[in-house]
């Protein structure tokens, strides 16, 4: 059988290429496209002989002879009004076109800036059914991203699709293996209880085993996860990995889509799969007719790859959520932001509320001061939201007196915004068109009191761009909190579209919209924002600043979603809440600013109430966080106990970064003990084996409570604390430079 190997430097992956069957990726291995003449087995070493195709560097092609049968699953999987599956299931494999589909052609390029990329070209005559696989990598990323073209040919009668996948594989699968050699990494979302990761065998997790000889047929059993509605992580955090067992391998993937997606796991009649998708008919009301001359493209995916576990695998996806983001030059200022809301004002900003707590922010070196919700409202405002103008009756002086105050102290004004909705009761619920709202039947969709703006729309648009630019242009505002509080339901089927195909459509609308806010405005930083972390996909954060993780008012209950924020976000984009408040005790008031020392610092709380021995605790939490903001851009997160699970009583994060200068690495950990009277834990460091260490309190300078030994031949750290309930320090490592004897430690 003819294989396929593309790839770069750090990613090879391996298509088969069957004469009477469809594309599958056979393989996904991290490390350099092979250069022998021969094709190396899926999950083998590949020979090292001739080079490959002058002509395309990232290419070539050889036969192979025999491919496993179990790795034969269809690259693409597509269903249509009357071409559904076979056999029948809930499941999105064994779809009756995706398994007529045939190879016709393929090419790869490399671009300028380093990104290669690879087209796979699929027909289906009978249908004329034509599916373009799209990939690309980037040099030294292990890891690649993908999405499906899919279109007719000429003459073609027109197809109404329900599932098109992004991706569809048992590439995770080697020559042996079966599901049992794996276990599933998913985090389960929700308000105030966002990033609670779980690790569960595959079988345990839902996957039945049956005699699939005996039965001649497949399993029908899956395991799906994914999300529905414009809250893209309402349910689920649309990023997961699968995990070998032995620690061997691991692969994770990131659905790249500001709406609704899935990826599903299942086993067919000979192997496993993996199967990522965005909005379906069965999930998420899509459907799409699709005519000759059209193009429907799916949501994009990443897929990342590792030679080791959960951490290695996070530490590429990483990679490529750098390589894969839009920065500007702004988003290298990593300001800190201090905002009025969370344990502070709680939407109840006025002059004389909001001057005292300037001054504090500035001086304890915020950067940045933003005014959250209320700013715009007289009385109650929850459904007459939508013409951003302030208050009168807050700012008896008008706001620019506040934000004068806010630049005086030499800080940028920034403003809470919800700009994708009109309250029931709002005047501009009346003056805007029927096609600006979003509308199910003729009848305008309404949620927790409000319309949805549907940004295909030009009356919509135009309308968010005039409230912009009038707050950007004549308040000199250069912060927007952007919050997303109401659900959209299925979608819209205004214009005659199926529900989810409107929501998918202005899911792209909405992304294009911010684009071009962002080119008009270059100085402009937006937060991603909806109820805390209910959309939090890779979409909106490949071209915002910094996303906010939580609206979690517990800073004990905070620590696990702090913790586990990097496995679905860069480091330098997770805002974390840090609010200490005069009336905590010192163990939890440090343990509020801890919460934020690692990520991205959004600072709240009555400063301007608190005696100067605690606003210097927090200048000094202020003072280690711009430490870290040094260098992470660059960080790699890791987990030293494993993904954090919600009620752990411990839980860890490291940020590892090269210090620069010839300096070797440093890595900065956060130790939160959050429950429970044990006072010890021992963190496994694997990357330090062996090595002498230098570690010191990083925040507070003073441990107080808290101490430490170094066991460099077993890589671990233990930690002692003599302090009761919850407490957490941030701790600095740092390899000396020099290999460790037995017995020897440094701390």
Known sequence: MRLLHWGTDAVHLTFALPDDAPVALIAIQPGAVPTGEAAPAPGEAPDQGAGPDAAAPALWSGDDGDVPDRLLQALVEVSAFGHGRFPGSFR??????????????????????????????????????????????????????????????????????????????????????????????????????ESRWSTTPLRDAGLARIDRDVQHQPPRTRLVVGDRGSWSSGEAVPTAALLARDGSAALAWQVEHAGPWLFELGETRHGAYLLLSGPTDP??????????????????ASVAVAAGGVDEVLAAMTAQRRATRLVREVDHDLPVVFNDYMNTLMGDPTTEKLLPLIDAAAEVGADYFCIDAGWYAEGHWWDTVGEWQPAASRFPGGIDEVLDRIRERGMVPGLWLEPEVIGVRSPLAASLPDDAFFSRGGVRVADHGRHLLDLRSPAARAH?????????????????????????????DAGGLAPGAGLLEHTRALLAWLDDVQERHPRLLVENCASGAMRMDWAMMSRLHVQSTSDQQDPVMYATIAAAAPAALLPEQAGHWAYPHAGMEPELFTFSLVNAVLGRMYLSGHLNRMDSAQRDVVRAAVAAHREVLGSIERAVPSWPLGLPAWEDAWTALALTADAGAGAGAVTHLSVWRCSGDDDRVVLPLPGLRGQEVRARPFFPADPAGWSWSWDPQEAELTVTVDVTGPTARVIEIRATGHDAGEGEAVA
């Open 92 to 193: 999105h494999v064994d779809t009756v076109l995706g398994a007529a589909l045939r190879h016709v052609s393929h090419e790869a390029d490399v671009d300028d800036d380093g990104t290669a990329r690879l087209r796979i070209e699929q027909r289906d005559d009978a249908s004329g059914l034509v599916v373009a696989s799209v990939f690309e990598a980037q040099e030294a990323v292990a890891a690649f991203r993908t999405h499906t073209e899919v279109g007719l040919v000429p003459g073609a009668a027109p197809l109404t699709l329900d599932a098109v996948s992004t991706i569809a594989t048992g590439a995770f699968l080697g020559r042996d293996d079966d599901v049992d050699a794996f276990a599933l990494a998913t985090a389960a979302n929700d308000w105030v209880a």
């Open 464 to 492: 968010l761009d005039g409230v912009v630019d009038r707050l950007v242009g004549d308040h000199g505002v250069g912060f927007f909190k952007m919050d997303y509080n109401t659900m959209t339901g299925p979608g819209t």
């Open 283 to 300: 999930e998420n009301h899509w459907s799409l007719v699709l005519r000759p001359g059209e193009v429907f493209t799916s949501a994009p």
